[in-house]
């Protein structure tokens, strides 16, 4: 009859240990995995599956500046995700930008926005009307384009706002997609 000794009981002890030291390092580690904002089953929204509209019942005027909420809607069939700063420039009637492309409002980390059919996000577009001087030759604007950092194309949303011309001048700022719509 074979007596356990304490060198086996430490050594199955420790292979234990070991055992379920891994299984919460995977479990830990497929967590992180899905905050770092890995979704296998969905994919990032494209231009076609977003419709794009600055929402003017949004309007928050500061101190020179109007701040609206740009909404992104999922208007495909599937499921998508959106995430990150878009890239916005006004342009006229005929599609031709104006002025500099809009700069970036600093934002809190954000996490990406899954959109199922129908849903929205936004971002916080900041309009500075205190810009509009003169000296930068400002026209209005009919549209602006909006790209998602993950969509690969643009998108027209109804703006019509005078814009600075001059393309030095920064007459609009984004800020991060957001889940949900404002």
Request: glycine share 8%; with cysteine.
């Amino acid at each position: 009859m074979n007596k356990p000794s304490r060198r086996g009981i430490a050594t199955a002890a420790a292979v234990l240990a070991t055992a379920a030291g891994s299984l919460a390092w995977a479990a830990t580690s497929a967590s992180a995995a899905t905050t770092a904002h890995h979704y296998p089953e969905v994919s990032p929204c494209s231009a076609q599956q977003l419709a794009v509209w600055v929402n003017a019942d949004s309007a928050s005027p500061g101190a020179g500046n109007v701040f609206y909420n740009l909404n992104y809607t999922n208007i495909s069939e599937r499921a998508c995700w959106i995430d990150g700063y878009p890239h916005v420039i006004a342009t006229d009637l005929h599609g031709d930008p104006l002025g500099a492309p809009a700069g970036l409002l600093e934002s809190r980390p954000g996490i990406p926005a899954i959109l199922e059919p129908g849903q929205s996000a936004h971002s916080v577009l900041d309009y500075l009307q205190g810009a509009l001087t003169p000296e930068c030759m400002p026209e209005p604007a009919a549209y602006l384009d909006v790209s998602t950092p993950q969509s690969g194309g643009w998108r027209k949303a109804f703006f019509a706002l005078p814009i600075c011309a001059r393309h030095d001048v920064v007459n609009l700022k984004v800020g991060r997609v957001e889940r949900g719509a404002a």
